[in-house]
């Protein structure tokens, strides 16, 4: 399986790490590309994950800037992309065809070629603007998800939290995260 993971400037680089690291262990093929904005946002926030943390867990890496690299293509064959955490500006490029970066090109391209596109929103609250965003995106066909963990799990942990919205994401593509705990999965 190849996938490619867009990372843009929303707060939630912890979120990226843990898809990034689960797709590496789970042996799918990542191409990683984050936009200038959430290289902004890490040195922000500082004590998250940095870039040098998310391209060490990516099969390979692509510049943001660079529209002729192969996930601009449609014939660069992919199972789909996800873009976590999908900041506003990002949805609002992807959901009106605004295709100025390598981020908006690639889910431009996702979506042409009819492959599965997964908008995860880590931003509260929803203005009008961004909703109708939303609804865009998914009348495209992009599956638009927030980075919002359950707790019937009884998490104990901020990793935990993590691994709830990583393994509900991957399971869009079909993906099982190890020590996932699903409601009520094996009662009778």
């Given at each position: 399986?190849?996938?490619?993971?867009?990372?843009?400037?929303?707060?939630?680089?912890?979120?990226?790490?843990?898809?990034?690291?689960?797709?590496?262990?789970?042996?799918?093929?990542?191409?990683?590309?984050?936009?200038?904005?959430?290289?902004?946002?890490m040195?922000?926030?500082?004590?998250?994950?940095?870039?040098?943390?998310?391209?060490?867990?990516?099969?390979?890496?692509?510049?943001?800037?660079d529209?002729?690299?192969?996930?601009?293509?449609?014939?660069?064959?992919?199972?789909?992309?996800?873009?976590?955490?999908?900041?506003a500006?990002?949805?609002?490029?992807?959901a009106?065809?605004?295709?100025?970066?390598?981020?908006?090109?690639?889910?431009?391209?996702?979506?042409?070629?009819?492959?599965?596109?997964?908008?995860?929103?880590?931003?509260?609250?929803?203005?009008?603007?961004?909703?109708?965003?939303?609804?865009?995106?998914?009348?495209a066909?992009?599956?638009?998800?927030?980075?919002?963990?359950?707790?019937?799990?009884?998490?104990?942990?901020?990793?935990?939290?993590?691994?709830?919205?990583?393994?509900?994401?991957?399971?869009?593509?079909?993906?099982?995260?190890?020590?996932?705990?699903?409601?009520?999965?094996?009662?009778?």
């Open positions: 399986m190849r996938l490619v993971v867009g990372v843009s400037g929303g707060s939630g680089m912890p979120y990226a790490e843990s898809i990034l690291r689960a797709l590496r262990d789970l042996g799918v093929e990542s191409h990683l590309v984050v936009s200038s904005g959430a290289k902004r946002v040195t922000a926030e500082g004590s998250g994950p940095q870039l040098a943390d998310l391209t060490a867990l990516a099969s390979f890496v692509h510049d943001d800037r529209l002729a690299a192969g996930v601009a293509s449609g014939s660069f064959r992919t199972d789909g992309m996800l873009v976590v955490p999908c900041s500006g990002t949805l609002a490029k992807i009106q065809g605004f295709a100025d970066n390598l981020v908006a090109r690639a889910a431009h391209v996702t979506l042409k070629e009819r492959r599965r596109l997964v908008l995860v929103l880590r931003e509260d609250p929803l203005p009008r603007p961004m909703l109708l965003n939303m609804l865009a995106a998914h009348d066909g992009a599956t638009v998800m927030t980075a919002s963990a359950g707790f019937y799990h009884a998490p104990g942990s901020v990793d935990e939290l993590l691994h709830f919205v990583t393994a509900r994401v991957l399971d869009q593509f079909g993906l099982d995260v190890p020590g996932f705990r699903r409601w009520r999965e094996g009662e009778a």
